[in-house]
């Protein structure tokens, strides 16, 4: 592709290949001869030309020997382009973000990290958003595994649930880096999660108890507001000596966020760190699930408290108290298994909502 010129938007940057084609065209020489006096060949000669090459120095000697110039001269024009293209490819690249802005939504940042507002004025909200999320283009949102590796359910995430799970992914990880934590230790993990569920009950105070007693294993825990449209459940990523553990209130319930962090739990203590989307599968899936269904219910007293085939209010919640547990819990539990309708008015109110920054 001939370079010799640019245009972008009213910007034009010139090649020094540029000048030198009129300077053989004002010789007379033919290119082959032009180029034998400048001690190089032809091709590369046509090939400087066309702007498809950067000048060299020895090359801007050359031609401040042959034309009686300054070498300084034909560097600040290599130069000079060099800096217009690098402005035309970032407005270039400035388009292409915008676009990822519009899909991200300013407002979920101004709203939970307290960006400026900058209403209208997209450009700096773009620039905004590069501070905040520490990257050099929003565009690096559209690769998958950008963050930390998605599993096999992301084959099915279209465009806009990769770039909002890669945003959230990354402000946890940005977040915990600013955190000190111990290294990761597995058996430390184990005790914290036997301590994390005796605060289920405590629901408007758990939150920062569980942070502490994780961030002691060496597990940094970042729970954030969900991205609407995200698909992403929760996510773990190795940062360092210690262990990134991302979820989020997407669901929008106290029982969904506890599976959710046992899940993730789960896939750390199988060593398979990544990202959680629904309808995942594969054994890491089947396992992790066990294991969050097992610590949050233990198996033998679940299948005790179906056996008994009540399901009414009191039920739930006197075994909830025998076990320890929050009721909303169980009755997720019970939900999701099929032995109680999501629509079960006399049970209903047990489950309870949860956001993050309201726990």
């Not at 640019?6 to 910007?11: A, K, L």
């Not at 301590?195 to 758990?206: A, D, I, K, W």
């Amino acid at each position: 592709m001939n370079r010799e010129y640019i245009e972008y938007n009213g910007r034009i940057a010139f090649h020094p290949g540029y000048y030198i084609r009129e300077i053989v065209d004002d010789s007379g020489l033919s290119h082959a001869d032009f180029a034998k006096r400048l001690d190089t060949t032809p091709k590369n000669l046509s090939i400087l030309i066309r702007g498809e090459q950067s000048l060299s120095p020895d090359m801007a000697m050359k031609l401040a020997r042959m034309l009686d110039t300054s070498i300084d001269y034909w560097m600040n024009l290599q130069a000079s382009y060099d800096s217009i293209v690098a402005g035309i490819e970032s407005d270039k690249e400035l388009e292409k973000e915008k676009r990822i802005l519009s899909i991200l939504d300013y407002r979920y940042f101004r709203d939970n990290f307290d960006l400026p507002d900058h209403p209208r004025r997209w450009k700096e909200q773009v620039v905004e958003l590069r501070r905040f999320l520490d990257v050099a283009s929003l565009t690096v949102l559209e690769k998958p595994d950008m963050a930390v590796s998605f599993r096999s359910s992301s084959k099915g995430l279209n465009e806009e649930s990769i770039i909002k799970a890669n945003a959230m992914v990354q402000i946890a990880v940005n977040l915990s880096l600013s955190e000190e934590a111990p290294k990761f230790n597995r058996r430390k993990l184990e005790m914290a999660v036997r301590q994390s569920l005796e605060l289920t009950s405590e629901y408007g105070s758990f939150y920062p108890s569980i942070r502490r007693l994780f961030r002691e294993a060496g597990v940094k825990l970042m729970a954030l507001p969900n991205i609407p449209g995200s698909r992403i459940n929760g996510a773990a990523k190795k940062v360092g000596d210690c262990i990134m553990l991302m979820v989020n209130d997407r669901h929008g319930y106290l029982d969904t966020f506890w599976f959710t962090l046992m899940h993730e739990v789960g896939h750390i203590m199988n060593g398979d760190l990544g990202a959680s989307f629904d309808e995942e599968a594969g054994d890491e899936e089947i396992k992790a699930n066990a294991f969050a269904q097992d610590v949050l219910i233990p198996s033998a007293e679940y299948r005790r408290f179906l056996e008994a085939g009540r399901f009414d209010r009191n039920s739930i919640m006197q075994f909830s108290k025998a076990i320890g547990r929050e009721p909303s819990i169980l009755l997720g539990r019970l939900m999701n298994d099929g032995y109680v309708g999501f629509s079960n008015g006399s049970v209903r109110n047990l489950r309870r909502r949860f956001r993050v920054g309201l726990q």
